[in-house]
């Protein structure tokens, strides 16, 4: 290994299948310079050269990942995302945040104030609109499913995809017993694609009616990066937008060096980045396994690796155990901390609270269950309910269809055939049975739910995303109720007993997908054009209410809406036998009992300063 | 034939559901079901629940202030703050029919004892009751509401045939003499919309929650012609409740004072009943043993004490005459209150 970066020939293409490395390239930012290859991001040549820490979140570090990131401006200004702009020789960046200090890990940091991160702006108005008869979100195989099944129909497509690669997470999840392998299922359905449009480096971030709203990085060949807003109309609208990690709940689980498993795939197989030298694996599910070995292999030395489960079975465990690989299980991880070589991370048994086992490494490889990425279906007007120990879509959308991880897939084959059936039901077509189907957990044992440690020093997060929340207090029976909430954060509050079940699906509707941002308008009512009447005086002063001018002097005004009553009736609302209805200059014009003025001319006003008589103006 | 095992069963999750059980049991010895959810902290609220009716007549200001003096017998303490505390309410109009009608109503709570200033769009209301429903939901032992039977309010039925009703929650039948619908969801849930009596209409409601901003004008700020209410929440943040879909976005971006654009923290869409004329409809259906409650706005959980005399017939002559007029089917010329025309 070289830095962070692995070597060049790693087996099974773990030295970076995305890098030209006789292509060096380097960029500056915030005055360091940078260095990497071409295919490189922005992100990935920054972790290569062991930048791996944002900055600060009170006290706390907090580690660079791929869902919380600053944007970066260029010299005019523009504002570019680190994670989906592609390294280009002579980049001259600045991080964009508030500046936090260099308390520690100066040569690491980009000493931000976590808490004051600015974003990538999402305008309001498009810089690019497209049409077609389908648009997909998500470049994973049930997207390119959906859209082989489209353009084999003659129809129209636009695809939209955040990462620089299609393909979604296929390769790290594999294939199922002998099932073709995801690089070929891949390449069958580009091979299959014919003429369609495909916008990689593009996040879609909102759905207005039949039109996916999205940022997108264009890197024309020979200019600079550039960001834009793109929106896409299509006849129908397909969601593929797959699943996300879960972050374990415990304490300093956003360090530096702390990563997911998916996380630490994709930079690894893309782009030939691990976070340094050594790894614990902690992990509640067999891909877990099959990743360290893939480390191992490429050279990183895997200190431990840790399964929550106790007696799990798979063949990656058997691989692992044959090579010699030193294994945990029945343990989650308790904390993370800083040291000055790297990670110290801390594991107690199910049901302690004590650290069994202390393991140290330069990084942390951690993994929760999946979660359907639910946030567009739910701004589409989708639901979502708590099953099987996640939200899940529910709901149906006349124009907007699922596919793939998102719709709860969980197969490779099973998520490129609900690509495909997707699409037909879009179009009309009734639906077929999708088969997903599992190996037998005799012989692989089935994920557990996402890790939750007990308590222990130091912040512990509920998701890695942008919302940055903290486990609360204990003794706690809510989250705050003015911070933003992932999914993420939804269903570690229920795994935490904070959102009942019945209520998570709510609760991520108003929290996962809050809307557009609120704009300045002048809106007014329009003055209807007759005078309005009053209904809520019908009844109220007898059977003849008679408009009388009162006057006091000559020179005051009665308020609109004071009570008027009768000399010696004065202080309970109910013995009122009039109202100010208009004020005049002098005195008001008044309703009246007809009745009460047959017997009297004198009356009090009850204004707001206090009570002034009143008479009847003489005509 | 066989006594019901219930009086009165309550199907309603909110604060007046808490407030008239614990009236019915505690004041009326009733048998009482409740069927309800505890409403989750982390929801959005779909309501304020402050004691300012936009009422112009004073039986209904009567109705009110009576349910509110009730409201402190039967509401603990919950330790380091009262649930019911006070706040300002700042309550604008656009049009100038609305600010005649505004003012009359400022001029009623006068009267009622409410202290209110004019203001330049309409007027500021102070020492306003305001229940902490929140901590209503999280606070044990309220008098008489723990005596009432609860069933959680999952797959709850309504069944009316041939003039009975049968009610359900799961499994469960719930047996009992009167079947009263004291929220929104209640009705719109159990009660198909051909049986609403007239004046009550499905409204769209939208609840969000903006990032801190620019302090608003008023811990609570109704904005009676746009249809919008803002509350001020910890920070600056701000929770809008928009009543209607129209020119939704367009009224609520009219509120604020910037700086712009605001962020949103989470949003929720729901519906409630809105009463054409601004009155409550109130007492016994035709069809079956049913009484609603509908339309009675951000003053709801003060009806409590008057509501439950409705229910067992106690009522003296005054609250007699209000729940008459204001009851299903009766001729709604004399009860109109302010209405918005924001609806739908």
Same mark, same amino acid.
């Given at each position: 290994m070289s830095g962070h970066r692995l070597p060049a020939d790693a087996p099974r293409g773990f030295g970076g299948i995305e890098l030209d490395r006789s292509k060096s390239l380097s960029f500056t930012l915030d005055g360091r310079r940078i260095a990497g290859f071409a295919g490189d991001t922005l992100l990935s040549a920054m972790l290569a050269n062991s930048i791996d820490t944002l900055g600060r979140l009170g006290e706390a570090p907090i580690g660079l990942g791929e869902r919380l990131l600053p944007p970066v401006a260029t010299k005019d200004g523009r504002l570019l995302p680190l994670e989906r702009t592609p390294l280009i020789e002579g980049l001259e960046l600045t991080a964009q945040g508030r500046r936090a200090g260099p308390r520690f890990r100066q040569q690491s940091s980009l000493r931000l104030a976590v808490a004051q991160l600015k974003t990538v702006p999402m305008a309001a108005t498009a810089d690019v609109t497209l049409t077609a008869d389908l648009v997909i979100v998500g470049g994973g195989v049930a997207g390119l499913a959906a859209a082989a099944a489209a353009t084999k129909a003659g129809r129209s497509v636009v695809l939209v995809e955040r990462r620089p690669w299609l393909g979604g997470d296929a390769r790290y999840y594999g294939p199922v017993g002998e099932a073709a392998s995801p690089e070929i299922v891949v390449d069958d359905l580009l091979k299959a694609i014919d003429g369609f449009t495909v916008l990689t480096r593009t996040e879609a971030f909102d759905i207005r009616g039949s039109t996916i709203v999205a940022h997108q990085v264009e890197a024309p060949a020979g200019e600079l990066p550039r960001g834009r807003i793109v929106a896409v109309t299509g006849e129908r609208l397909l969601l593929a937008t797959g699943s996300n990690q879960r972050l374990p709940v415990f304490s300093g689980n956003r360090l530096p060096g702390v990563r997911s498993t998916i996380e630490a795939y994709h930079l690894a197989k893309r782009y030939g980045v691990s976070g340094g030298a050594s790894a614990v694996v902690s992990t509640p599910s067999n891909y877990g396994y099959r990743l360290a070995l893939r480390l191992h292999e490429a050279g990183v030395a895997i200190r431990r690796i840790v399964d929550t489960r106790v007696g799990a079975q798979s063949r990656f465990i058997d691989f692992a155990k044959a090579s010699g690989l030193s294994l945990g299980s029945g343990q989650v991880p308790l904390s993370a901390t800083l040291g000055r070589s790297g990670l110290s991370a801390a594991f107690v048994n199910e *049901?302690?609270?004590?650290?069994a086992a202390t393991l140290e490494a330069t990084q942390l490889i951690v993994s929760g269950a999946s979660q359907p990425e639910l946030s567009l279906w739910m701004l589409a007007g989708g639901g979502a309910s708590w099953s099987g120990g996640r939200l899940v879509a529910t709901g149906h959308l006349p124009h907007v269809g699922l596919a793939g991880a998102v719709a709860g897939f969980a197969t490779l084959e099973a998520c490129r055939d609900s690509g495909r059936v997707a699409y037909d039901v879009l179009f009309g077509a009734e639906p077929t049975t999708v088969a997903d189907t599992q190996i037998d957990p005799a012989f692989e044992t089935p994920d557990a739910a996402t890790p939750v440690a007990p308590r222990a020093d130091g912040a512990a997060f509920l998701d890695a995303g942008t919302s940055l929340l903290l486990r609360p207090?204990? *003794?706690?029976?809510?989250?705050?109720?003015?911070h933003a909430l992932s999914i993420g954060d939804v269903a570690a509050a229920v795994d935490l007993g904070l959102i009942a079940p019945g209520d998570a699906g709510a609760v991520a509707g108003e929290r996962g997908a809050p809307g557009r941002d609120i704009v300045a308008t002048a809106w007014r009512p329009a003055e209807p054009?007759?005078?309005?009447?009053?209904?809520?005086?019908?009844g109220r002063f007898g059977a003849r209410p008679t408009r009388v001018h009162l006057i006091v002097d000559g020179r005051r005004v009665f308020e609109p809406g004071a009570l008027v009553y009768a000399n010696t009736g004065r202080?309970?609302?109910?013995?009122?036998?009039?109202?100010?209805?208009d004020a005049a200059t002098p005195g008001g014009t008044a309703l009246i009992d007809a009745a009460v003025l047959e017997t009297m001319d004198r009356f009090v006003v009850a204004m707001t300063a206090g009570p002034s008589p009143a008479r009847i103006k003489p005509s | 034939m066989a006594e019901p095992r219930f009086d009165v069963a309550i199907v309603g999750s909110g604060p007046l559901s808490l407030l008239l059980a614990a009236e019915l049991v505690r004041i009326h010895g009733k048998r009482v079901a409740r069927i309800g959810n505890v409403p989750s902290l982390q929801r959005l609220p779909r309501q304020v629940s402050i004691?300012?009716?936009?009422?112009?007549?004073p039986s209904t200001w009567r109705l009110v202030d009576t349910g509110l003096a009730e409201a402190r017998e039967v509401l603990p303490g919950d330790g380091s703050e009262p649930l019911l505390a006070a706040t300002e309410v700042l309550v604008t109009a656009d049009l100038a029919a609305s600010r005649t009608g505004l003012d009359h109503m400022a001029h009623m709570a006068l009267g009622h004892g409410l202290k209110a200033r004019a203001r330049d769009t309409g007027w500021l209301f102070s020492r306003v009751p305001v229940l902490r429903d929140q901590a209503l939901y999280e606070a044990h032992g309220m008098a008489g509401a723990a005596s009432a039977v609860t069933y959680p309010a999952t797959d709850v039925r309504l069944e009316i045939a041939d003039g009975s009703a049968t009610l359900s929650a799961g499994d469960t039948q719930i047996d009992a003499g009167l079947i009263v619908l004291v929220d929104d969801a209640a009705l719109i849930e159990l009660l198909p919309t051909e049986l609403w009596p007239e004046p009550l209409r499905l409204q769209s409601i939208t609840s969000t929650l903006t990032a801190p901003t620019s302090p608003i004008a008023a811990p609570v700020v109704h904005a009676f012609d746009r249809g919008v209410t803002l509350v001020r929440r910890d920070g600056n943040a701000v929770l809008a409740i928009i009543a209607g879909d129209a020119d939704l976005e367009t009224r609520l971006g009219s509120m604020f004072a910037g700086p712009f654009p605001i962020r949103r923290m989470a949003t929720s869409r729901s519906h409630r009943v809105a009463s054409l004329d601004g009155a409550p409809v109130v007492g016994p259906l035709a069809a079956g043993r049913i009484f609603i409650a509908a339309g009675l706005g951000s003053a709801a959980p003060f009806f409590g004490g008057p509501l439950a005399r409705a229910i067992t017939g106690t009522s003296g002559d005054a609250e007699t005459a209000w729940f008459t007029a204001h009851a299903?089917?009766?001729?709604r010329t004399q009860v109109a209150e302010l209405s918005t025309r924001v609806l739908t």
């Open positions: *049901g302690s609270t004590r650290a207090v204990a *003794g706690a029976r809510s989250l705050p109720t003015g054009e007759a005078g309005a009447p009053s209904p809520y005086l019908e202080g309970d609302p109910g013995n009122a036998v009039g109202v100010i209805v | 004691c300012l009716p936009l009422a112009t007549r299903p089917g009766s001729d």
